[in-house]
């Protein structure tokens, strides 16, 4: 059982920055790969980005990509998501879900393993 921990939502500008990070509690983490995903009031879950258990597996959203930038450091169990130039769109509840099996952009959401417990981000106009 894979136990992950999101942190570091809040309630920022538009245009501003947060940093959010995904915790898992067992040290097999790099076995998994790990997505993030936004879910807004009235609108389905959407991804956003992952990192796959290789490193050079980063993919993102286009309504993110060159905004928002995923890292992973297998050596403290972390996938981090760092969100730049935030607009009202982008708020919404942040989920990180990981998928011991092989993962990629469009693998549904129900094939993912485990899920934080989701962190709100609210970007003010």
């Known amino acids: 059982q894979l136990h992950l921990v999101e942190s570091g939502g809040g309630l920022v500008q538009a245009g501003g920055s947060l940093r959010l990070s995904c915790v898992a509690d067992?040290?097999?983490?790099?076995?998994?790969?790990v997505a993030w995903f936004r879910q807004t009031p009235g609108k389905e879950r959407e991804f956003v980005g992952m990192?796959?258990?290789?490193?050079?597996?980063?993919f993102y959203s286009d309504s993110v990509k060159d905004r928002f930038t995923i890292a992973r450091d297998n050596a403290k169990n972390t996938v981090t998501l760092q969100m730049n130039d935030l607009k009202p769109a982008d708020t919404g509840v942040y989920f990180c879900?990981?998928?011991?099996?092989?993962?990629?952009?469009?693998?549904?959401?129900?094939?993912?393993?485990?899920w934080g417990q989701g962190t709100q981000v609210t970007v003010s106009s």
């Open positions: 879900a990981a998928n011991l099996g092989r993962t990629w952009p469009g693998t549904p959401q129900d094939a993912y393993d485990f």
């Open positions: 990192a796959g258990r290789k490193l050079s597996e980063i």
């Open positions: 067992e040290d097999h983490f790099s076995l998994y790969d």
